[in-house]
């Protein structure tokens, strides 16, 4: 582009419209980006253009308030300047964004735009022939100069004299001197404009000012009120070296040769010292001592710095962040337990036992407000209500609220920060949190504390466990802001989906509150109270218009979803009512009950819908497709060989199908379907305890001898995904699955079981009975065995699944068994025991 010409700039060239600065020929300013128009510009040309040419730019003062851009082009200053990207910084914090350093080149005029998006591109008619600009500014007047000569040189003096008063020992006064002596006199008012303390107005006029005769006369001014200001400012106090230094404060203008002088701290021009303003903030956050000392000392250190610095950007994000921080900002408690009984009672459905302890605590709260009692973790499947319980508690106590997503994180910078060492540090998720809500008593739920991670960046639920403590959270220190900042305000609660994997140190620091699953009764009053309604207000449906009757909400649950929450069963109703939403806009109604009209409506499309529109099983079936879940548990066992187990899974309970099949072989077994270790060791203690008592049981081999593995290979499958299933609890099902298999005998179809068993026939109690009948429950079972010992679980379960369930419970297998089938097991103690078969032992 430099050539014997001198500068020439392409005629097409994409423009970076620029609210903050003027961009003026000769000097270097850095330049924010981010809206969308920029940021095209860089990510589309700068970052992928290959030549020198393609960072050439445009910049044009977009002088409409950043506030109130639009989508639309505003209407473009004529005249900017071009210039070269010099570098360019992309971050991602606070937000996207980037950084350009651009050095002006010369003036330009923009002929026409040519297009608007991505980004702007005009037809640009060069104003500047940089060519021309060959004296020196010492080498005087020069004979066909006449006034522009004089203007010339009167401006050069001008300088010279405001040079004259600063102290040449400071660096950069140095440095002005220089290029006051080597560069064309041409170029001093633009580069003279751009160094000394001028507003944007000021500068605009000067980029106006397209004839040098003009650009003199208005820069020249500047010149002067920057002397007299001085001079002011010597009457008044003596300028020290020191003082000179802030004078050069390299604030807006980058890089020489745009560095801005500063003369006099009066002078407030609407540009607004961003620094000085910044100061007034951090002594107006209300910080404590030790954060106001660190804030005070590094913003000495941002004064010093030039702009161009990489850390300067650091030190302005942190100090932004530290005066953005809530420290001493908090919202005033309205806690009224009547209020947050109804509150609570009215947002959530059944649930009493949670309900009843959240009450207590926040009882306990009102009559001692500096309550540190216990974290409140609230445990149970996915969909259950938990976050909403903390959304709840947070409206009753008149506090924001704010979510911590803890699954995956594996580094204990997600929850105390990056040290403030590299670009790209941030704060943790605390001080985050703390940031958006903007007060320091907010209600913070950490959600699935269960599913911390860990790596070799450390140990997240040990950062956690500093924030969760009374005793230490007063002074969390976040690595990013490597102060103290007090978090006993906030209130914390936890969700978890099992405490299994809740690390122990993190689990004692907090009371256990299960939340177990519904039952289909429960979904139903949840659905018709609660999800329904807000799913119609989501989709700006009405009652009057979509009617969705109580068996259509059965069906939908037993048919379309298999969870122990109603997240599944809220998305259900979500598509309902967008297929309706689409018939309702349309004007046309869904099939509705009766199929002979629902095809006549059909047929008619202009036909409006007939309200309410009603959603039943055919309606359903169109919405939702065919069912996605059927009652299998009574057609799967018509064999020998399979039997109903009850599962516990983080997401709830589960029905787990296993099954046995024997050929011909010597007596290996195979298991399948993603076992872990203690289901194998349970699987093996079963086929040794059948082994053991195979005479007692009439269990024989495939020919009928005695021993039911001789000459035998047996497979046992546990079916139904591939997800790892472990635990000791399949171990009664995994005897009755082979008693049945041996025998020849079919397991009851209506019954499932679970515990676990020992060598000699023992039933040993096992954990989560209440999710495991509920699955129970909603698979259509009616017969459930249980360990004797765990009897007492039955308690907690709702009466009406009580009532729909038989349960049995067992201390030893010979009981189970005798559940089991249908008459009894032989070879059994009960009634149904043969004599014969006794007196063969
Ligand atoms: P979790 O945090 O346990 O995974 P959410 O709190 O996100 O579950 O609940 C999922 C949805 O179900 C929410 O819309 C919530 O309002 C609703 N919900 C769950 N339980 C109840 C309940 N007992 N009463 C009313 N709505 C409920």
């Known amino acids: 582009m430099a050539s014997d010409n001198g500068i020439q700039i392409p005629s097409r060239l994409p423009l970076l419209l620029s609210h903050e600065g003027v961009l003026l020929p000769g000097s270097t300013v850095r330049f924010s980006v981010d809206s969308p128009r920029n940021m095209h510009l860089v990510s589309q040309r700068l970052l992928r253009g290959t030549s020198l040419k393609s960072t050439i730019i445009g910049v044009i003062p977009n002088t409409r308030d950043p506030e109130h851009d639009t989508d639309d082009l505003p209407t473009l200053h004529k005249i900017g300047t071009a210039g070269i990207a010099v570098q360019v910084v992309g971050s991602n914090w606070p937000k996207p964004h980037y950084t350009l350093l651009i050095t002006g080149l010369c003036r330009f005029r923009v002929s026409s735009l040519l297009k608007e998006r991505p980004f702007v591109l005009a037809e640009v008619e060069q104003l500047d022939k940089l060519e021309q600009y060959t004296t020196p500014a010492t080498e005087g007047v020069t004979a066909k100069d006449g006034e522009l000569g004089e203007l010339s040189h009167k401006f050069y003096q001008t300088a010279v004299q405001l040079l004259g008063m600063l102290d040449m020992s400071v660096p950069v006064v140095a440095k002005f001197r220089r290029l006051l002596d080597s560069l064309p006199r041409e170029t001093l008012p633009d580069v003279v404009a751009s160094m000394i303390r001028t507003s944007n107005k000021e500068k605009l006029q000067v980029l106006d000012a397209v004839t040098l005769e003009d650009r003199f006369k208005k820069a020249l001014p500047m010149l002067t009120k920057q002397i007299e200001g001085l001079k002011l400012l010597q009457k008044t106090r003596k300028i020290s070296p020191e003082n000179e230094k802030r004078v050069f404060s390299v604030r807006k203008g980058g890089v020489l040769p745009g560095r801005q002088f500063n003369l006099d701290e009066e002078d407030e021009d609407e540009d607004g010292d961003d620094i000085a303003v910044l100061e007034k903030k951090v002594h107006g956050a209300k910080m404590p001592e030790a954060a106001l000392r660190v804030c005070l000392k590094e913003l000495k250190r941002l004064k010093k710095m030039p702009q161009s610095m990489p850390e300067f950007a650091l030190t302005r994000n942190y100090l932004d962040l530290m005066v953005e921080l809530p420290w001493s900002k908090s919202t005033k408690d309205c806690l009224d337990i009547q209020a947050a009984r109804t509150l609570l009672d009215n947002d959530h459905y059944a649930m009493e036992k949670l309900k009843k302890r959240v009450l207590e605590y926040l009882a ?54 990056h040290r403030r060492t590299y670009v790209g540090s941030m704060p943790g998720r605390i001080i985050n949190g703390l940031k958006t809500v903007a007060v320091n008593n907010p209600v913070f739920l950490l959600d699935e504390v269960d599913k911390l991670g860990k790596s070799l960046q450390g140990d997240p639920a040990a950062a956690l466990l500093e924030v969760l403590d009374p005793e230490q959270n007063h002074s969390f220190t976040d690595h990013y802001l490597n102060v103290a900042f007090d978090l006993s305000q906030v209130l914390f609660i936890a969700t978890a989906n099992t405490t299994a994997t809740i690390p122990p140190a993190l689990l004692d620091r907090m009371e256990v509150l299960q939340v177990p699953g519904y039952t289909q009764e429960e979904k139903v009053e949840i659905a018709h109270r609660h999800l329904i309604p807000n799913q119609l207000e989501q989709h700006g449906l009405t009652p009057q218009q979509l009617h969705i009757p109580q068996d259509t909400t059965q069906a939908i649950i037993s048919s379309y979803t298999r969870e122990a929450g109603v997240r599944s069963l809220e998305r259900k109703f979500g598509a309902i009512c967008r297929a309706v939403a689409v018939k309702v806009a349309e004007g046309q109604s869904v099939t509705t009950t009766d199929a002979s009209t629902s095809e006549t409506q059909q047929g008619d499309k202009a036909a409006p819908p007939e309200m309410p529109i009603v959603i039943d099983h055919v309606a359903l079936k169109d919405i939702l497709g065919p069912p996605l879940f059927e009652m299998e548990v009574s057609e799967r066992l018509t064999l020998p060989g399979v039997a109903v187990g009850l599962a516990w899974t983080p997401l709830g309970g589960e029905i787990l199908f296993v099954e046995a099949s024997r050929m011909e072989g010597e007596g290996q077994l195979t298991l399948t379907g993603q076992l872990g270790d203690v289901m194998k060791e349970s699987a093996h203690l079963a086929i040794s305890w059948l082994r053991a008592n195979a005479k007692t049981y009439q269990l024989t081999n495939m020919v009928g001898g005695p021993d039911p593995l001789e000459g035998t290979d047996i497979h046992l499958h546990f079916p139904a995904g591939a997800v790892t299933k472990d635990g000791p609890s399949a171990g009664v099902t995994i005897v009755t699955c082979l008693a049945s298999l041996f025998s020849g ?92 078969l006794t007196s063969k032992l």
């Open 364 to 417: 306990v709260r009102q009559l001692k407000t500096s309550l540190k009692g216990p974290i409140l973790c609230f445990v149970g499947p996915p969909g259950v209500g938990k976050t909403s319980v903390g959304r709840s508690i947070a409206r009753t106590l008149g506090r924001e609220f704010h979510r911590i997503a803890l699954g995956g994180v594996c580094d204990q910078s997600d929850i105390r920060g």
């Open 745 to 836: 005998r079919l397991v009851r179809s209506d019954v499932a079981m679970t515990g676990e068993i020992t060598l000699r026939g023992l039933v040993l109690p096992v954990g989560g009975i209440k999710d495991k009948v509920l699955a129970a429950h909603r698979a259509g079972v009616r017969r459930v065995i249980l360990p004797k010992r765990n009897e007492k679980d039955l308690e907690e379960l709702p009466a009406n699944v009580r009532a729909n369930l038989d349960f049995v419970t067992a201390a030893n297998l010979d009981e189970v068994l005798n559940a089991a089938f249908d008459g009894g097991f032989p070879g059994t103690t009960s009634t149904h025991t043969q004599p014969q």
